[in-house]
């Protein structure tokens, strides 16, 4: 069990995680004056635990369901009466729970069932500040993004995480990804808060530069499975050869779901 703590101005970060070298099994919860963004995940409760009881907290913003973001949400609740947001489909699988493979109860353990309010369009944290709710469909249909317009700060959950990924979960569209971000370019924000890579000064760069090459990816794709090549030459010739995390996830995180998820799927959304 490790544990890492940050302050970026009056904002304050816990990193919590098993594995702390490797980002991806890593999560950050992000406490902004009486308000919590994500809950990180409910295998290191304990360390949570020390976090959320030295402050009032009472507002709990969920970025989206997976057991790294939400996974304390529970017991926070139980403990600070705070109110919880998430998104309406979020809601209903925090209520009634959703399946995981093995590779996350190990990772990350599995989070106890809770009722959640949907999301307002604005969240008032005091007189001077507020988060605004932007839907951000494509790591997971209930993504949430938070936006502070004040501060220019945008908190990201799992959109962002880097700006050229390799390997992509099973259930996720990279069409909406590619109009979520485009989408998030058009806000007004310079620093963006990752649940994953932390704090990035230069935040809107850093989502144009996941957002274009995801375009370049997707026409790549595209170009050579009209020439002929099979999904998996494809992502041999952009992508290399699968990974040690491919095999671990049982190929649920892997290189093949970029390709085969381009092709397959279309866009909830234009």
Same mark, same amino acid.
């Given at each position: #069990?490790?544990?890492?703590?940050?302050?970026?101005?009056?904002?304050?970060?816990?990193q919590?995680?098993?594995?702390p070298?490797?980002? =991806?099994?890593?999560c950050?919860?992000?406490?902004?004056?009486?308000?919590?963004?994500?809950?990180?995940?409910?295998?290191?409760?304990?360390?949570? %635990?020390? !976090?959320?009881?030295?402050?009032?907290?009472?507002?709990?913003?969920?970025?989206?369901?997976?057991?790294d973001?939400?996974?304390?949400?529970a %017991?926070?609740?139980?403990?600070?009466?705070?109110?919880?947001?998430?998104?309406e489909?979020?809601c209903?699988?925090?209520?009634?729970?959703?399946? #995981?493979?093995p590779?996350?109860h190990?990772?990350?353990?599995?989070?106890? *069932?809770?009722?959640? %309010?949907?999301?307002?369009?604005?969240?008032?944290?005091?007189?001077?500040?507020?988060?605004?709710?932007?839907?951000?469909?494509?790591?997971?249909?209930?993504?949430?993004?938070?936006?502070?317009?004040?501060?220019?700060?945008?908190?990201?959950?799992?959109?962002?995480? +880097?700006?050229?990924?390799?390997s992509?979960?099973?259930?996720?569209?990279?069409?909406?990804?590619?109009?979520?971000?485009?989408f998030?370019?058009? %806000?007004? !924000?310079? +620093?963006?808060?990752?649940?994953?890579?932390?704090?990035?000064? =230069?935040?809107?760069?850093?989502?144009?530069? *996941?957002?274009?090459?995801?375009?370049?990816?997707?026409?790549?794709?595209?170009?050579?499975?009209?020439?002929?090549?099979?999904?998996?030459?494809?992502?041999?010739?952009?992508?290399?050869?699968?990974n040690?995390?491919?095999l671990?996830?049982? !190929?649920?995180?892997?290189?093949?779901n !970029?390709?085969?998820?381009?092709?397959? #799927?279309?866009?909830?959304k234009?």
């Open positions: #069990m490790s544990s890492k703590r940050f302050v970026y101005e009056d904002l304050e970060g816990l919590v995680g098993l594995f070298g490797r980002i =991806n099994t890593t950050i919860l992000y406490r902004f004056e009486n308000t919590l963004i994500d809950t990180g995940p409910p295998n290191q409760w304990r360390e949570v %635990q020390k !976090f959320i009881v030295e402050k009032d907290v009472k507002q709990i913003c969920i970025t989206h369901h997976h057991e973001h939400c996974g304390n949400s %017991q926070i609740k139980t403990t600070t009466n705070a109110k919880l947001y998430a998104h489909d979020g209903k699988l925090l209520h009634r729970g959703w399946y #995981m493979e590779y996350r190990i990772i990350w353990g599995r989070p106890s *069932k809770v009722k959640a %309010q949907i999301a307002p369009p604005t969240i008032e944290l005091s007189k001077s500040s507020y988060l605004k709710s932007i839907e951000t469909p494509g790591h997971s249909d209930d993504s949430i993004c938070y936006l502070e317009p004040n501060r220019g700060w945008l908190f990201t959950g799992d959109i962002y995480i +880097t700006s050229r990924p390799h992509l979960r099973k259930d996720e569209n990279p069409h909406d990804q590619i109009n979520s971000l485009k998030l370019l058009d %806000q007004d !924000f310079k +620093t963006l808060f990752c649940a994953h890579r932390g704090i990035i000064k =230069n935040g809107k760069q850093a989502i144009k530069n *996941k957002h274009d090459y995801l375009i370049e990816l997707r026409d790549e794709v595209f170009h050579l499975h009209a020439s002929g090549l099979t999904e998996k030459e494809i992502r041999y010739k952009l992508l290399g050869r699968e040690l995390v491919s671990l996830t049982l !190929f649920n995180f892997c290189k093949q !970029f390709i085969r998820n381009f092709l397959h #799927m279309k866009p909830n234009p």
